[in-house]
C-alpha cells in the first residue's frame, strides 16, 4: 500500500512569488492536514480537509490556501511569498470514521523563499 | 488552545542507554500520538496512545490521561534512534487538529 505521498521534494521560489504543493493520501482515507515546520522549531497546524471540505484552519494569514479534490488529494497554495514561508511543509492523512483518528505522515515538501 | 510541553528538550545518550521523555498536556484529550522524526524530517507514528500502555520492542509508551500526561521509554538505545520525538494531541471528537509538543531531541552516541 502506497503511503502518503508528497511533490515537489523541494521548491525554490523567490519573495512575492507563489507555490503549490500537492499531497495525495493513502487510499481509502479521506482527511488530509497541512503543518509548517520552520527550521528547528516544532509543527504548526495549517489546514485539515475532509470529504472535500476545509473543516479547521490554523492561525496563519489568508494567502495561505488549499483544497482538497474529489480523489481526496490535496493542493496547498502559498501567495506572495515571504522569507519567513520558508520551512518543510508536511501533509497528513486519516481516515476519520476509524474511532481512531491516527495520522499518517508523508515526507514533507521543502520550501525555499530567496 | 491546549499546551503540550515536552521535556527534556534534548537528551544524549551512550548507545544501549535507556530514555524516558515526558509529555504534559493541559486539557483532556481523546487522541494522543508519539511520533519520530528522523533527520531527513520524515515523521513516523510510534503510538496511537490516549490511554493505557503500549509496547512495541524496544519502545513502550504510557498514558494517564487523569493526569494529563504521557511517557514514552526507549530501552538498549541504539543510534538509528536519534532524532526528534514528539507528542500530538487533540481536544473532543470534530475538533481533529493534532497539536504538537515542543518536542525532544535525542542524539544516542556509539
Known amino acids: 500500500e502506497a503511503g502518503v505521498t508528497q511533490s515537489p521534494t523541494h521548491l525554490i521560489k523567490t519573495r512575492g512569488q507563489q507555490a503549490t504543493l500537492r499531497c495525495s493520501p493513502i487510499s481509502g482515507h479521506t482527511s488530509v492536514y497541512w503543518y509548517q515546520q520552520a527550521l528547528g522549531l516544532g509543527l504548526q497546524f495549517l489546514l485539515w480537509?475532509?470529504?472535500?471540505?476545509?473543516?479547521n484552519r490554523g492561525n496563519f494569514p489568508p494567502r495561505f490556501s488549499g483544497r482538497q479534490f474529489p480523489n481526496y488529494s490535496s493542493e496547498l497554495n502559498v501567495n506572495a511569498l515571504e522569507l519567513e514561508d520558508s520551512a518543510l511543509y508536511l501533509c497528513a492523512s486519516s481516515q476519520q470514521w476509524s474511532g481512531a483518528n491516527v495520522l499518517t505522515f508523508g515526507a514533507g515538501s521543502r520550501l525555499t523563499v530567496l | 488552545g491546549i499546551q503540550v510541553e515536552q521535556s527534556p528538550p534534548d537528551l544524549i545518550l551512550q548507545e544501549g542507554a535507556n530514555s524516558t521523555l515526558r509529555c504534559n498536556f493541559s486539557?483532556?484529550?481523546?487522541?494522543l500520538q508519539w511520533f519520530h522524526q528522523n533527520p531527513w524530517g520524515q515523521l513516523i507514528n510510534l503510538f496511537y496512545?490516549?490511554?493505557g500502555t503500549k509496547q512495541n520492542g524496544r519502545l513502550s509508551a504510557t498514558t494517564v490521561a487523569t493526569e494529563r500526561y504521557s511517557l514514552l521509554y526507549i530501552s538498549s538505545s541504539q543510534t538509528t534512534d536519534s532524532g526528534v520525538y514528539f507528542c500530538?494531541?487533540?481536544?473532543?471528537?470534530?475538533?481533529?487538529?493534532?497539536?504538537f509538543g515542543t518536542g525532544t531531541r535525542l542524539t544516542i552516541i556509539p
Open positions: 486539557d483532556s484529550v481523546n487522541n
Open positions: 496512545i490516549p490511554s
Open positions: 500530538a494531541v487533540s481536544l473532543n471528537f470534530g475538533n481533529e487538529k493534532l497539536t
Open positions: 480537509y475532509d470529504e472535500g471540505e476545509e473543516r
